[in-house]
C-alpha cells in the first residue's frame, strides 16, 4: 500500500476523531445543563417543602383555635377522595360493558 491510501486512512481516522470531540463536548454541555437543572429543581422542591409546612402550622393553629378536628376532616376528605375513585371506575366498567353488550346483541347496527 502507498502513502496515498495510508494518508486517506489518517485523514477518515482524524474526522472520526473530530466528530467524536464534537459529540463528547455536546454531551459534556447536556450533563452540566441537567446538573443545573436537577440543583434547581431540587431547590424549588425544598423551598415548596417549608412553605408546604409553615402553611400546615398555620391551618393546624387556626384549626386548634377554632375547635376544628384537623385528623377527622382529612380523614373524610381521603373516605370522600377514595369513594370518587371507585365511583369512577365502575362507571368506566359500566360503560364498557354496555358497548360490549351493544356490540355482541344479535342484529344490533344492521337496521333490524
Known amino acids: 500500500m502507498g502513502l496515498g491510501g495510508t494518508a486517506k486512512k489518517l485523514q477518515k481516522v482524524t474526522e472520526m476523531a473530530e466528530d467524536v470531540y464534537v459529540r463528547l463536548n455536546d454531551l459534556r454541555d447536556q450533563v452540566v445543563e441537567m ?3 436537577t440543583k ?3 431547590d424549588r422542591v425544598d423551598r415548596l ?3 408546604t409546612a409553615e402553611v400546615r402550622a398555620i391551618l393546624d393553629a ?8 384537623v385528623e377527622s ?3 373524610d376528605a381521603h373516605i370522600i377522595d377514595a369513594e370518587g375513585a ?3 371506575s365502575t362507571a368506566t366498567a359500566d360503560e364498557a360493558s354496555v358497548s360490549t353488550a351493544d356490540a355482541e346483541e344479535p ?3 344492521d337496521g333490524s
Do not use: K, Q, Y
Open 35 to 37: 446538573r443545573e437543572t
Open 40 to 42: 434547581e429543581t431540587s
Open 49 to 51: 417543602e417549608t412553605e
Open 62 to 69: 387556626l384549626a386548634e383555635r377554632e375547635g376544628i378536628d
Open 73 to 75: 376532616v382529612t380523614a
Open 86 to 88: 371507585d365511583e369512577a
Open 107 to 109: 342484529g344490533a347496527g
